[in-house]
C-alpha cells in the first residue's frame, strides 16, 4: 500500500491476533450493548444542553451551510485524475469537507432532533459507498483498491468507518432498517472483515499496525471505537480493544522517555489526540480497569507540549510542522479534564474555550470535548513553561530562553537525534532564533504536501533536505537521509546564566574528506542575551565549506554583519571565519514560504576552519 508496499505476512509460529484469555477478560468487562462517548440521540437530557450552547448554535449554522452547497464531487474519477495529473491538491480539498460535513449533519442531528439533516446524512454516506475505495489514492499508485483487488485501510478510510458507525450508534432509532443495514455491511466489508481476515491468516498485513509514529494511534482508535458503537457481539468488540491494546504499544515506541514528538507539535496534536480517544474509549468500556495513560512514559508524552513551547504560544517547528502550529489545546488540557480523573497538583483553570479551535473534522473528538470533559470552558492546564531551559537529553534537543528579568524575550532551539525520524527533514544541527514572539532564525515548516511529499523523491525538496535548514554544506554536498546519519551529543553545560552543548556533525554527511565537523552552541542570558554558534571543522584535503542561516526577515547586509529584522524586533548577526573572509550569498528557498538563504563561505577550499554566528538582539 501507498508508495512501496509495507504490508507484512506473519512468520509461521506467530499472530497478531490477541490472545483469547484477554479478550474473554475485556468481555466481562464492557458493556452489554453498544457504546460511545456520547449516549444515543435518544437520550435527550444529554443532548438538549447543547441546543442553546454556543458550541451546538455553531454545529447547527455550519450545517445548514453545508447542506445549502452541493455535495463534494468526490468520486472515483477524481481518484483517476489524481493518479493520472500525479497531483492531490483536489482530493486533499475533498478529503476534509467529506469529513466535516459527516461530523457536523451527525451532531446537528443528535443535538437538535429536528430530522433536518438525516437526508443529506443519508446521501453522503450513500455516495461513499460508490466510491472504489475510501483510501487516499497516494496509498493506492497501483489502483489495486480502487479496482476493488484489495482492501487496504489507511487514515482516510478509519476515519469514514467511524463515522458510519457513529451514525449508526447515534441516530439508529430514526434510520431506515435498509439504510443502517447498509452501513454495517459497508463496515463489515471495507472495515473490519477486511482486516480480521488479514490478522487471522497472518497475510498481507496493513503496515500501520507495526509503525512508530501517528498512523498506529490514528487507525487503532478508530477500529476500537467503531467496534465499540456499532459490532452487535461483545465478544467482537472484545476482539478489537484486545487487538488495539496489544499493538498500540508501536506508537509510544516512537517516543523517547522524555516524552519528545519527533514528528513536531502538528503531528503530537493528531497522534497523541487519537491515542487519547483510544485510551478512552478503552478506559470508558472497561470501567476503569485498562487505562493507557496511567504510565510514567504515557504521561510524558500527554505533558510535552507543557515543556515544547519556546515562547508564549509558539512551538518549535521541526520536521513536517507548520510554522504556527500549536498543541490542540483540547488534547493538551487532557490529562487534567477526562471525567473520573484527578488533576495534576499543578493545574488550574485556564480561560480558553475547548471547542474555540476545534476543525470539525472528527465527530468522535467532538463527542469526547462534550461528554468526555469536566468543564470544556473552564479547563484545567499547567502553565506555560517559564523554566530556563528544557533538555530532551535522548532525542538531542535543546530550548533555552530568556531569565525572567531579562530585556527583552530572547529564545533559541538547537537540535540533533538522526535524519531518520517520523517526518524527517534532513536538519541535524538545526537551530532557530525568536525574539519578543517572532522567530528570525528558523526551520521553515513543512512543504504544501504533494504526491512527491512521501515518495523516493522527499528529498528534493529543499524545504526537506538540509539546503533549507541552517546548517552546513560540505563539498556541496547535503545531509544525508536515514538513522545512521546522526548528531550526537558530546557536551552540555548548564547553569543559569549560560546553556552549552556540543553536536558531532560528522555522521550527517557522506564527505570521504570531512574528518571532523563539530557544532557548538553557547546560550548566554547576560544583559539582552546572545547564541553564539560555532563550527569546527578538519578535512583530510581542500574541500568547499559552507555554513547557512535561513531567515524570514527584512535582511540588511554589513561589513562582517547581517541585521534579519524589522524595528521593534531584529538581531544582529557577526560572522568571522577566521583569517579567511567569507563571501555571503543569497538564494530564496523555491516553496512556500519562501525564506531566504542566507550562505557563509571561504572563497576557497579549506582543509580546517573555525566558523562562528554571534547574535545579539539589537
Given at each position: 500500500m501507498g508508495a512501496y508496499d509495507f504490508n507484512f505476512n506473519v512468520a509461521v509460529g506467530e499472530t497478531y491476533c490477541p490472545a483469547p484469555e484477554r479478550v474473554k477478560a475485556i468481555a466481562a468487562l464492557i458493556p452489554a450493548g453498544n457504546f460511545a462517548f456520547a449516549p444515543p440521540a435518544t437520550d435527550r437530557a444529554a443532548w438538549d444542553q447543547w441546543r442553546d450552547d454556543p458550541f451546538g448554535q455553531r454545529i447547527q449554522a455550519r450545517a445548514r451551510e453545508l447542506a445549502a452547497q452541493p455535495a463534494p464531487a468526490l468520486d472515483n474519477a477524481a481518484f483517476e485524475r489524481c493518479l493520472d495529473e500525479n497531483s492531490v491538491t483536489e482530493i486533499n480539498t475533498l478529503f476534509p469537507l467529506v469529513r466535516e460535513r459527516q461530523t457536523v449533519f451527525l451532531v446537528a442531528e443528535a443535538i437538535y432532533a429536528t430530522g433536518e439533516f438525516l437526508t443529506v446524512i443519508e446521501a453522503d454516506?450513500?455516495?461513499?459507498?460508490?466510491?472504489?475505495?475510501?483510501?487516499?489514492?497516494?496509498?493506492?499508485?497501483?489502483r489495486k483498491n480502487l479496482r476493488g483487488e484489495e482492501q487496504d485501510n489507511d487514515l482516510a478510510s478509519c476515519h469514514n468507518a467511524v463515522a458510519f458507525a457513529l451514525t449508526h450508534y447515534l441516530l439508529g432509532d430514526r434510520l431506515s432498517e435498509e439504510f443502517k443495514t447498509y452501513l454495517r455491511r459497508e463496515l463489515d466489508r471495507r472495515f473490519f472483515g477486511a482486516l480480521r481476515s488479514r490478522v487471522e491468516a497472518g497475510r498481507n498485513l496493513d503496515w500501520w499496525l507495526i509503525v512508530k509514529h501517528n498512523w498506529n494511534a490514528v487507525c487503532l482508535s478508530c477500529y476500537a471505537q467503531a467496534a465499540a458503537a456499532i459490532l452487535p457481539g461483545r465478544e467482537d468488540r472484545a476482539w478489537w480493544f484486545a487487538f488495539a491494546e496489544s499493538l498500540i504499544y508501536n506508537f509510544t515506541d516512537g517516543f523517547a522517555d522524555d516524552g519528545l514528538c519527533t514528528e513536531g507539535v502538528s503531528y503530537w496534536s493528531y497522534g497523541v489526540s487519537h491515542y487519547f480517544t483510544l485510551a478512552e474509549i478503552l478506559r470508558q468500556g472497561t470501567g476503569g480497569a485498562v487505562d493507557l495513560l496511567d504510565t510514567p512514559k504515557a504521561r510524558s508524552i500527554a505533558r510535552f507540549p507543557d515543556r515544547a513551547e519556546v515562547q508564549p504560544g509558539i512551538y518549535p517547528a521541526f520536521c513536517d510542522c507548520l510554522l504556527d502550529a500549536r498543541p490542540t489545546e483540547?488534547?493538551?488540557?487532557?490529562?487534567?479534564?477526562?471525567?473520573?480523573?484527578?488533576?495534576?497538583?499543578?493545574?488550574?483553570?485556564?480561560?480558553?474555550?475547548?471547542?474555540?479551535?476545534?476543525?470539525?473534522?472528527?465527530?468522535?473528538?467532538?463527542?469526547?470535548?462534550?461528554?468526555?470533559?469536566?468543564?470544556?470552558?473552564?479547563?484545567?492546564?499547567r502553565k506555560p513553561a517559564t523554566a530556563l531551559r528544557d533538555f530532551f537529553a535522548?532525542?538531542?534537543?535543546?530550548?533555552?530562553?530568556?531569565?525572567?528579568?531579562?530585556?527583552?524575550?530572547?529564545?533559541?532551539?538547537?537540535?540533533?537525534?538522526?535524519?531518520?525520524?517520523?517526518?524527517?527533514?534532513?536538519?541535524?544541527?538545526?537551530?532557530?532564533?525568536?525574539?519578543?514572539?517572532?522567530?528570525?532564525?528558523?526551520?521553515?515548516?513543512?512543504?504544501?504536501?504533494?504526491?512527491?511529499?512521501?515518495?523516493?523523491?522527499?528529498?528534493?525538496?529543499q524545504l526537506l533536505n538540509s539546503y533549507g535548514h541552517p546548517v552546513p554544506r560540505i563539498g556541496g554536498q547535503l545531509q544525508e537521509t536515514g538513522a545512521n546519519f546522526r548528531a550526537l551529543t558530546l557536551l552540555t553545560e548548564f547553569t543559569d546564566t549560560r546553556d552549552r552543548m556540543v553536536l558531532n556533525l560528522r555522521g550527517a554527511y557522506d564527505v570521504p574528506s570531512l574528518r571532523r565537523l563539530e557544532r557548538e552552541f553557547v546560550f548566554d542570558r547576560a544583559g539582552a542575551g546572545r547564541l553564539t554558534i560555532t563550527d569546527t571543522v578538519e578535512f583530510s584535503e581542500p574541500t568547499v565549506f559552507e555554513s547557512a542561516l535561513i531567515t524570514p526577515a527584512r535582511i540588511q547586509l554589513l561589513p562582517g554583519q547581517v541585521r534579519l529584522g524589522e524595528e521593534d524586533a531584529a538581531i544582529m548577526v557577526d560572522y568571522t571565519g577566521g583569517s579567511a573572509p567569507l563571501v555571503v550569498?543569497?538564494?530564496?528557498?523555491?516553496?512556500?514560504?519562501?525564506?531566504?538563504?542566507?550562505?557563509?563561505?571561504?572563497?576557497?577550499?579549506?582543509?580546517?576552519?573555525?566558523?562562528?554566528?554571534?547574535?545579539t538582539p539589537v
Open positions: 454516506a450513500r455516495a461513499l459507498g460508490k466510491l472504489g475505495t475510501w483510501i487516499h489514492p497516494g496509498n493506492d499508485l497501483q483540547w488534547a493538551r488540557a487532557w490529562l487534567d479534564n477526562r471525567v473520573d480523573s484527578t488533576p495534576d497538583a499543578l493545574a488550574e483553570p485556564h480561560g480558553s474555550d475547548l471547542f474555540a479551535d476545534d476543525k470539525l473534522q472528527f465527530a468522535d473528538v467532538l463527542l469526547l470535548m462534550m461528554f468526555r470533559i469536566r468543564e470544556p470552558r473552564r479547563p484545567l492546564r535522548p532525542s538531542h534537543f535543546l530550548i533555552c530562553r530568556s531569565a525572567p528579568d531579562a530585556p527583552r524575550r530572547f529564545s533559541a532551539t538547537f537540535l540533533g537525534g538522526n535524519n531518520g525520524v517520523n517526518h524527517n527533514h534532513n536538519d541535524l544541527g538545526t537551530f532557530v532564533v525568536m525574539l519578543d514572539g517572532k522567530s528570525l532564525i528558523y526551520d521553515p515548516g513543512l512543504e504544501v504536501y504533494s504526491m512527491r511529499t512521501f515518495s523516493a523523491q522527499r528529498y528534493e525538496s550569498t543569497q538564494d530564496t528557498i523555491n516553496q512556500p514560504p519562501h525564506p531566504v538563504r542566507l550562505a557563509f563561505a571561504p572563497s576557497a577550499p579549506i582543509t580546517r576552519g573555525m566558523f562562528r554566528f554571534v547574535i
